[in-house]
Structures are given as structure tokens and as C-alpha cells.
């Protein structure tokens, strides 16, 4: 962008052989085959070729208005041509004539990669939309490629960055990355890849499969926009966006490697070491836990806030007209309602409190042993959020023990009759502050929800295992803080009696064994810890590997016990390590093909169960029932629907197996028949951002950064159905019908279903930020599209699934939060991150400035944080967190708004006046969106 060329010197001198100047900034260069001359393609549509020695032009081309994103010769003599712009066409030229000779068309966004293939017939195109299109060269007319099939051909490049030879590459959907670049060597054998973290990967090639493995290296500062091998593979070249860099990387081959420090982080090859690299084993032993009162806006929002606000004068004031000047207000004419009210009856009752009555969703991508049996399998204890939830299995009836104040991390049962449905949970802390914030563990009654024992602990970040001893007078829990910290209590006198360090790296689980008060086992990163405490001491023996042939120190990440002083610790590997006392006897070898998660020990019988990840398939499952010695087992498939299930917890009841997955599912399976019954469903990954309630039905919908969308039934209490997206989903909206529903996209993508097939009905990508919000008109006529580009987008629905944007709003000081539109669908209010509303003309995006015609509004729904008529929901204490989200009742005089501090409150509408006292409802989750 700086309008410069640069010819560089890769050799060890690295000096800039050339430079010369541009009309315009530089977006992509592409060198003919003969390397004598250089295509050049600029930020204003036009591109050139010069002389590859003297840089000085040869011809220029201006055919297009937006960037040119992608430009490539042709492979063998360089005939043709090919230039992509975000105009979201590729036009093809014949070098020598100099003329342009097809244009190819179909693309629904702009153009990111393109490669032509050996023969220079053929043109693999990449879009914004997640496209991966093809075309015959030279006219452009486009072909359609099985994805099989396009394995077989050869290509003269590879830079895709899509396709199923690409989908190992991307990350797993709720990070914050894309993919921006890509280059495969000429042996096909390893890809290279930038993205917008600033990390440079290499993938084995094809990396087929989701998350595939790779080695990271780390020097970009910011977004790398391209990468590209040198001719003989020797050097990677890349280049970064805002750091302005240029890199090169030695490739050194297997067997030529020298013996340095190497400048990666090697996220899949430690694998010598501990026996494999998982994801979610990397991402849960990376997790940094952060307390509701250190919470800080989810939003970057500038400005001064609501309430710190001065009024904005009238504009008569403004004008310099006094009072009593205006003609008087005539009581025929009073002011309209601020809200359209539907279905309500003349008599309207405000809202006096609210009560919990459903929790949908469980918690199971970081956390382990969290469900379990009461009452001989009538029913279940488990956790999400702030709230511990007993769920019973005929009714679907839920209860729930609402007094921790942060996230709960982890959940045991007592299993001494004397303490019949006695549960402990361990929540998120800060031990900085041994008040309110501090990490707690609770004991409770399931059944009446008392609260029996509260335990404060130094546990620094909180507290991520728990279990009681044989005779549930103690309690075990383990800390996350730097040293992992270990301490037995005695719960019933609220004692501390015993506490140590339990190891420099992560411990997963700790477990007391099940006929013991004093020996208990620690299993976590690389190590594995048999412990047993002596009067207030703790003594603890590491696991020793004895002489079995190549034994290793994995990292360990479950445990289960066994008659005769038997361990059995579950592995990363997916192999089950077999202990006598703290000696290693056995190794089961892949007991499962993945990591082995969770086990459970069944006291009336001594069978073991395992849970771990893994593909289903016919002959294994990710749940399996062994025998007391873990030498025979039953394996059981769960039918979600996923390419990979992946456990978390599992407990034994009687004839059925209770299983919770990482997929924040919850399910029963029987033994004898091995069907399953889905208890419970969530979604997998967060946040949650979208939410939208049915127009007539006790329906509503969810969306998240896990690429899904779903349907729920409050009256059935149950998921009617889910779309899986691709993409992380920020925003949803049902139509005025509830015929049909939009989904605003994190990638600047919206999608409109039609309800009753879930197909979809038209889609579009105007936008490359993130869709925060999507509003359907009263009349539904128009849909707004509000983007953190500062700008919301008028789409006419009346003209079809094509959905041509007829207008947008200008002037909007910063992203966009929330939008609701007149009952008249006339104007459209958006409240923006400079915590500033303001009112559009619909559909010409004018501002309305005249407060006079704004006070006269009727409007819709009220979603807005902001204005006159809420600033009394902004408290004294605002400053480190903001209201994030509010709805009006449909009676038009309650209001609901949720904050970052994860608190649900409860005001009478309008409400003008500052600090106006509210209800308090609950502590929902660690943020409410």
C-alpha cells in the first residue's frame, strides 16, 4: 500500500536488488513462467506488467473498480493471464495480444486464491464467501468439479486455502482466525499456510480431516497476508499485513535438520514425548479462568456512558426558543405509546419478579466426572454456568441450586449411604481477595438444595477437581493455581487439614480411591501422582514405569481403581496405563483410538467404564464397558451425528451408562440394547450471541460461535432441531410470520431459512466484519443488516432470494449493537459502540434529526441499551462493565437487561430516571449477551 515495487535477493546477501513507484498501492505480483516479466495488480482495479530487470511498464489494464486481489500467469509459456478482483470476477487475457479474452462469473463475493492447473485449462477460484468454483480457461464458462476429483489434477500451484484437501487447516470455529494464506510445495508433500493471528503453520499435505496437525511458528506481530515457497522449496517467503514485514524461513528437510533451537511452537510433534497431540487436551490445559468481578466490556466500546451523559437539548431549545412560546399541548392529542403492544388485553400487569424454571445446555468442553446418578438412576446432577441442576429423567422437570457466584468448573456425589445425594461443586475464584470473590466449594442437598458446608481456599483461579473419601467425611480438591495446589478438608467442620503443592503442570483429575480415607491419585500433564495422607501430611510417590518395554510418560488424564490396590489412568494416546500400588504393570494398548477422557469405577460390581474421543464406527465407540481387569469390554456408539464424539463423563447406573460429551450433550445408553436417549443439548462453544423468540409460538432460537443454530421448545422442554453453519453465528431474527428466520454471520456473510425446511432461501456477503445484528421490518418488506463496519444495510425482500441491497445508512459514529424498527416500519433506531442511538429514514439511511418527530415514535420492540427511556438501567458502578442487551415485554412496561457482570435485571418501562432501584435475578453466566 505504500505504492512501491521491491525486487529482492533471497540469497545470503538479502539485499533489494529494485524499487520503483506505483500510481496506486500494490495488492499481488505474480512472475511469467520465463521470469522475464511481472504482473502487478493495484487497490484501484487497474493492474500492469513491466520488465522484470528494468521494472518499467510493458502494458496496463483498467477494467475493473475494486481491488485486485489475485493475479497468475498461466503455467508453460505464459499465454494467458488471469486477474481476480473483489468485484468478485476473474478476467482472463491473452499475453500476447494484449486483449482480454473471457471473463469468469458466478462468484457470490470477492476473489481471495487462484491457481491455474498444469495443462493451463483450467482456473480453481477461492471466494469471500467460502467458495471453492472452477472454470474452463480460456472463455471462463464455469465447471462443476467433484471434490475427488479434483484431487486428481495436477496443478501448477496450490494456494487454496478450501476444499476437503484444506479443511485440516482451519482452526477450530470459535477462534478468531481465517486462514489468509496458503502454498504448497512443488512435491506436494507439505503446505504452508499464514493466518490472522500471526502464525505461520505447516500441515502434511492433503490435511484432510478436521484440525489437522501441524507446527506453528511465531515472528508476525499481526495478520500474515501471504506466503509463498521459493522454486526449489529451500525458502518459505511471508509477508505481514500492519507489520510490514517481509520473512524468510529455511525449510530444512527430515534427515538435514541441524541441531538448533528451533523458532516454533511445536503443537503436534511432541508426540515422541507424550504419546500425541489433541486439541481439546492443548485448549483445556490453556484455559484462563477470569472472575465475574474482574470483568471488563465484551464490546470495545468508547465514549462516555449513558448515565454520566448530559441531555441533549430540545431543538427548540437549541434554536433559542422558549417555553412559552409553544402553542399549548392539547389533552385529544397525547403523546403515542414508545412500544407497539401485542396480544395484550386492556389490563396490563407489570412483571414483578421472575423465577428459573429451564436451563438449557451443560457444561462439558473443559470440565470432566460432572454427571451423575441420584436415586437409582431417577435422576441426574450436573452443572452449567453459576447453577447446579438435578434433572429428573421421566419429567424433564429440572431444579436447580443457585448460590454459587461465578462459573462452576467441577461436581462430585457422595457415595457413603450416610450421606445419601450429598453434592460438592468447586467454582471460578480469585484467592487474591478471600471475600465474595474468592474460589469456594459448596456442599448441598440435591434434593432440597440446602446449603450444607461453604469451603473458601486459597486455590488462586479456582477450583478444577473434587472428590469425597470412603466414608464422605473428606473432601479432595485441587487448585489452578500455578502449583496445582492439593487439600483435603473436613467439610462437615469446614476444615482445612492437609494441603501441598500437587505439581508444576496441569492436574486433571484427583480422586480419592473408593475404600480408602487416607490414599488417593493425581493424574495431569506428563506425570501421575499416587498420594497418601498422614495425619495433617501429604506424601506422594510418582508413578514409575518399571521395565516394560517402550513405557512412556504420557500425559494422564483420567482415573479408575480396581480390587488389590489396582490404578487405571486413561492416556492421551488413548491407551489405558494398568498400575499395581505405584508400579506400572500393564498398558492396555488403544483401549481407545483417542484420548481416554473420563472413567468410572462401579463400586457394586468393580466393571470399569471409559469414555474417549473417537470416530464411530462398527467395530468401536467412545464408550466402553470393560471387565474388573481391563481385559475384555463392550463398546458403545452414540448416535449424535458427529464425525467424532468426543466424552467427558460417564457414570454406571443400573443397565445404563450416563454419558456427557464435550458437545454439551448429555446422554443415556442403555446396556443391553445399546440404544440412546438424548437427555440434554447445549451448545459446544461460546458465546452465545444470537437469540430470537418465535412471533406466536413458545419457541425461540439460539446462535453461536460454534457455527450452529438451534431451535428450542419451551413447553416440551426440549432441541427441536439445529443448523450446522460452517461459520460462527453472531445474530438471529424470525420474520413477523415466523415463516422465516436471518442469521448474521461472523465472517459479514447473512443467511435467510425458511422455517419449515430449514433450506435456505437467499444469502449474502456485502461486508467482511462481523453481522451484530439483523432485523426483519414490521411489514417485512426490508431487512436491516447492522455490521461492525459502522453500517446498516436496506435489503428488499419483495424483490427475491437475490437480495439486493437498495440503500444503507451513513454517519454512524462506531459498530453497530442493536436495532428495532417503528411499528410503521418507517425508521429504524441503532444503537452504536459510542454508546450513542441514533434514528434512520427507512429504506434511504437518513438521519432523522428532529427529536420532536423521534418522541412521536411508536416502535416495534425495544432491544436498545440506550436513550432516554433506559438510562435508568446503567447503575453507579458501570464503570467496568457494560449493559450489554435489554427487551421490552411485549406489554410494553417491563424491561429485562443483562450485563457483564452475567446479572439478569428487572425494571419497570420506560425508566429516565438515573439509578433507579431494580431486581436482581440471577447470576446467569459469566457474561449475558
Known amino acids: 500500500d505504500d505504492k512501491t515495487l521491491r525486487i529482492w535477493d533471497l540469497s545470503p546477501s538479502h539485499c533489494m536488488l529494485a524499487v520503483r513507484k506505483l500510481k496506486k498501492g500494490g495488492r499481488c505480483c505474480c512472475f511469467s513462467p520465463d521470469g522475464k516479466a511481472l504482473a502487478v495488480g493495484l487497490n484501484d482495479g487497474s493492474f500492469l506488467m513491466v520488465n522484470a530487470d528494468t521494472l518499467e511498464d510493458l502494458v496496463s489494464f483498467h477494467h475493473r473498480k475494486d481491488v485486485i486481489s489475485e493475479i497468475r500467469f ?11 478482483s473483489c468485484d468478485s470476477f476473474v478476467d482472463i487475457y491473452n499475453v500476447m495480444s494484449s486483449k482480454r479474452v473471457g471473463i469468469c462469473k458466478g462468484a457470490s463475493s470477492y ?19 467460502k467458495e471453492q468454483l472452477f472454470f474452463e480457461a480460456p472463455r471462463g464458462k464455469r465447471q462443476t468439479i467433484p471434490s475427488l476429483e479434483v484431487e486428481k489434477i495436477g496443478w501448477a500451484s496450490w494456494t487454496s486455502v478450501l476444499g476437503s484437501c484444506c479443511e485440516g487447516i482451519w482452526p477450530i470455529i470459535g477462534e478468531v482466525t481465517d486462514v489468509t494464506a496458503s502454498c504448497l510445495t512443488s512435491d506436494s508433500k507439505v503446505l504452508a499456510t499464514g493466518d490472522d493471528f500471526g502464525f505461520v503453520k505447516l500441515f502434511r499435505f492433503p490435511a484432510k480431516g478436521k484440525f489437522g496437525k501441524f507446527k506453528r511458528y511465531v515472528a508476525h506481530s499481526t495478520h500474515v497476508t501471504n506466503v509463498r515457497w521459493t522454486h526449489e522449496d529451500s525458502l518459505l517467503v511471508t509477508v505481514g499485513g500492519a507489520d510490514t514485514s517481509l520473512m524468510l524461513w529455511t525449510y530444512e ?12 511452537e511445536e503443537s503436534d510433534l511432541d508426540s515422541e514425548e507424550d504419546g500425541g497431540y489433541d486439541s481439546d487436551v492443548t485448549r483445556e490445559n490453556e484455559i484462563n479462568y477470569t472472575i465475574k468481578a474482574l470483568s471488563t466490556n465484551i464490546r470495545p466500546m468508547f465514549g462516555i456512558k449513558p448515565h454520566l451523559q448530559q441531555k441533549e437539548p430540545s431543538l427548540d431549545e437549541r434554536q433559542g426558543v422558549v417555553s412559552y412560546f409553544r402553542p399549548p399541548v392539547s389533552r385529544a392529542l397525547p403523546q403515542p405509546e414508545k412500544l407497539q403492544t401485542n396480544n395484550v388485553g386492556k389490563k396490563k400487569r407489570p412483571i414483578e419478579d421472575l423465577v428459573l424454571e429451564l436451563v438449557f445446555g451443560y457444561r462439558g468442553k473443559d470440565c470432566r466426572n460432572n454427571v451423575h446418578y441420584l436415586n437409582d438412576g431417577a435422576d441426574i446432577i450436573y452443572h452449567t454456568a453459576s447453577v447446579g441442576i438435578l434433572y429428573n429423567v421421566a419429567t424433564g422437570s429440572q431444579s436447580f441450586y443457585q448460590e454459587h457466584n461465578d462459573d462452576i468448573l467441577c461436581l462430585t456425589v457422595n457415595q457413603h449411604p ?53 466414608t464422605g467425611k473428606l473432601l479432595l480438591s485441587v487448585g489452578l493455581d500455578p502449583e496445582h495446589t492439593i487439600t483435603i478438608w473436613k467439610w462437615q467442620e469446614g476444615a482445612k487439614i492437609a494441603s501441598r503443592a500437587g505439581h508444576n ?61 489396582l490404578t487405571f489412568t486413561g492416556t492421551i494416546s488413548g491407551d489405558v496405563c494398568v498400575w499395581k500400588d505405584h508400579v506400572l504393570v500393564r498398558i492396555v494398548a488403544k483401549a481407545h483410538n483417542g484420548p481416554v477422557f473420563t472413567m468410572y469405577t462401579t463400586l457394586r460390581d468393580g466393571l470399569i467404564v ?9 467395530e468401536g465407540g467412545a464408550v466402553k464397558l470393560w471387565d474388573q481387569e481391563l481385559k475384555r469390554c463392550r463398546a458403545f456408539r452414540l448416535e449424535t451425528g458427529q464425525m467424532t464424539d468426543c466424552v467427558r463423563s460417564v457414570c454406571r447406573g443400573k443397565g445404563k451408562i450416563l454419558v456427557g460429551t464435550r458437545n454439551a450433550e448429555i446422554i443415556e445408553v442403555g446396556e443391553k440394547n445399546a440404544a440412546c436417549n438424548i437427555l440434554i443439548n447445549g451448545h459446544m462453544d461460546g458465546p452465545v450471541w444470537g437469540l430470537a423468540t418465535h412471533p406466536s409460538r413458545d419457541f425461540f432460537l439460539s446462535a453461536a460461535e460454534d457455527g450452529t443454530v438451534r431451535l428450542w421448545d419451551i413447553a416440551e422442554k426440549k432441541m427441536l432441531n439445529k443448523v450446522s453453519l460452517g461459520h ?60 461492525s463496519e459502522n453500517a446498516v444495510d436496506f435489503y428488499d425482500l419483495t424483490l427475491g432470494p437475490t437480495l439486493n441491497r437498495v440503500s444503507y445508512c451513513k454517519d454512524i459514529p462506531s459498530f453497530v449493537i442493536q436495532m428495532d424498527f417503528s411499528a410503521d416500519s418507517r425508521f429504524l433506531q441503532v444503537s452504536t459502540g459510542s454508546y450513542k442511538r441514533q434514528v434512520y429514514e427507512v429504506p434511504l439511511g437518513k438521519q432523522l434529526m428532529d427529536q420532536t418527530v423521534i418522541d412521536r415514535i411508536t416502535w416495534a420492540t425495544w432491544t436498545s441499551i440506550l436513550g432516554d427511556e433506559v438510562v435508568g438501567i446503567w447503575s453507579r458502578h458501570a464503570e467496568k462493565a457494560d449493559v450489554n442487551c435489554a427487551c421490552v415485554s411485549h406489554s410494553g412496561i417491563s424491561l429485562v437487561t443483562g450485563d457483564d457482570f452475567g446479572m439478569v435485571k428487572l425494571f419497570d418501562f420506560p425508566c429516565p430516571e438515573k439509578f433507579v432501584r431494580t431486581f436482581c435475578l440471577c447470576d446467569c453466566n459469566t457474561k449475558c449477551f
Not at 476473489?111 to 464467501?129: E, F, S, Y
Request: aromatic residues 8%.
Open 74 to 84: 498461466s503455467p508453460g509459456a505464459g499465454k494467458y493471464l488471469a486477474v481476480a
Open 253 to 264: 528437510m527430515g534427515g538435514h535438520r541441524e541441531s538448533r533451537q528451533c523458532d516454533s
Open 610 to 618: 471409559t469414555g474417549g474421543k473417537e470416530r464411530p464406527s462398527k
Open 505 to 565: 503442570q496441569r492436574i486433571f483429575v484427583a480422586e480419592f480411591r473408593p475404600d480408602s480415607d487416607t490414599q488417593f491419585v493425581s493424574v495431569g500433564v506428563k506425570h501421575v501422582r499416587f498420594w497418601t495422607l498422614a495425619g495433617r501430611a501429604l506424601l506422594s510417590k510418582k508413578g514409575l514405569l518399571s521395565s516394560i518395554e517402550d513405557a512412556r510418560m504420557q500425559t494422564m488424564l483420567a482415573v479408575a481403581f480396581g480390587a488389590n490396590n
Open 418 to 470: 450416610k450421606f445419601t445425594n450429598l453434592v460438592a461443586t468447586g467454582q471460578v475464584g480469585d484467592s487474591a481477595d478471600m471475600s465474595a470473590t474468592a474460589p469456594s466449594i459448596h456442599v448441598w442437598d440435591a434434593m432440597n438444595k440446602q446449603t450444607l458446608s461453604v469451603l473458601r481456599c486459597y486455590h488462586s483461579k479456582g477450583v478444577c477437581s473434587v472428590s469425597f473419601s470412603a
Open 728 to 787: 460462527a453465528a453472531r445474530t438471529v431474527s424470525y420474520s413477523p410470520e415466523g415463516d422465516m428466520v436471518a442469521i448474521g454471520m461472523k465472517n459479514g456473510e447473512f443467511i435467510i431459512l425458511l422455517v419449515t425446511s430449514l433450506k435456505i432461501w437467499g444469502k449474502k456477503r456485502d461486508r467482511r466484519s462481523a453481522i451484530q445484528d439483523i432485523r426483519f421490518s414490521p411489514d417485512s418488506r426490508y431487512l436491516a443488516v447492522g455490521t
Open 111 to 129: 476473489i481471495t486464491h487462484m491457481d491455474w492447473d498444469i495443462r493451463g485449462k483450467l482456473l480453481q477460484v477461492n471466494t469471500g464467501a
